[in-house]
């Protein structure tokens, strides 16, 4: 009886998991916090997604097919979930031809400089979002109030966010019911904490990502904040203020877990996530910038190689 041995390369068992599996998938876990921002508001909210998600997914056509002569990659969800992030990253009024540039600056510098999906080293709608705060900070930190399906867009009522208002030294903030419902001004996707949640969830449930990272965020910014708290609590909110406001669970969630720009181990997921929970806090109470979130992300971002190449996970055999 022969005992043949047969070698083939691995992997040798498929997962079942993909690209635009992953990719679609956090796109559904989105969908509360989509509908939180068209509830509150309404056609700016609208106009805004739309604009970014088709000028995201146009650019990569572009770049790819005519720059770099690849085949197109638009069936991956990649520029798609990139053209969200972005959106959620905007005031609900910004003008169409800032999202086209922020859109130009995720793709065309964020992501396809470097060789497209899998070789960027930044999450590019972050650097989409960074680049159009730096060149244009009037528009871009001026916040519609939130309405229910309100139908304006450029014109709509403005007002100053719960991190400004803090930066500023206001001592009345929106509830803890309407920073978890989404009642208060900011981004698309700063608003609705239950949603941000139910994504979180969502995510944890299909295994598209793993706790390590959003936690780590998390408690890090709530021991910080907590902390400071109690040394002036005249001077500084209560964590759980920090928590709920600004972009903190959507950027802990959803942009600071990105697979190309995170840690590969679980023990270089919670050493990023607390480099980006500390940086935060430090950039939100002594910056000169109300929020710090995304400058934390792509601040660790450029950490990552160094992370990864420190906490390597054991070889097979090593001892």
């Not at 759980?240 to 600004?246: D, I, P």
Request: aromatic share 10%; glycine share 10%; charged share 10%.
């Amino acid at each position: 009886m022969e005992n043949n041995l047969y070698v083939s390369p691995s992997p040798h068992i498929h997962g079942g998991d993909s690209v635009s599996k992953n990719m679609y998938g956090v796109l559904i876990a989105l969908l509360p916090a989509l509908l939180v921002s068209l509830y509150f508001f309404g056609l700016g909210a609208l106009i805004v997604i739309v604009t970014s998600v088709v000028a995201c997914a146009a650019f990569e056509f572009i770049i790819q097919k005519y720059l770099m002569k690849q085949k197109a990659s638009l069936c991956d969800g990649s520029a798609v979930l990139t053209g969200l992030l972005l959106a959620f990253n905007l005031p609900s009024n910004l003008p169409i031809w800032i999202i086209l540039i922020g859109a130009l600056a995720a793709i065309g510098i964020g992501k396809m400089s470097f060789g497209g999906l899998g070789n960027n080293i930044f999450n590019p709608a972050l650097v989409g979002r960074v680049f159009l705060l730096i060149s244009f900070p009037a528009q871009m930190t001026t916040w519609p109030t939130p309405g229910v399906f309100p139908m304006t867009y450029t014109d709509a009522q403005t007002g100053a966010t719960v991190l400004t208002a803090m930066k500023e030294g206001a001592t009345t903030l929106p509830s803890y019911a309407d920073m978890l419902l989404g009642n208060m001004g900011g981004s698309l996707g700063e608003v609705g904490a239950i949603a941000l949640l139910l994504g979180f969830a969502f995510m944890l449930w299909r295994k598209i990502i793993t706790w390590h990272i959003p936690v780590s965020i998390l408690a890090t910014v709530a021991v910080f904040a907590g902390i400071m708290h109690l040394v002036d609590p005249v001077a500084y909110v209560d964590p759980c203020v920090q928590l709920l406001s600004g972009g903190l669970l959507l950027g802990a969630i959803f942009m600071a877990t990105d697979y190309v720009t995170s840690p590969m181990t679980h023990g270089g997921m919670i050493v990023y996530g607390i480099g980006i929970g500390i940086l935060t806090v430090v950039i939100r109470l002594f910056g000169a910038y109300p929020e710090g979130m995304s400058f934390a992300i792509l601040i660790m971002n450029a950490f990552t190689p160094l992370i990864n190449s420190y906490m390597k996970p054991k070889l097979f055999g090593d001892k």
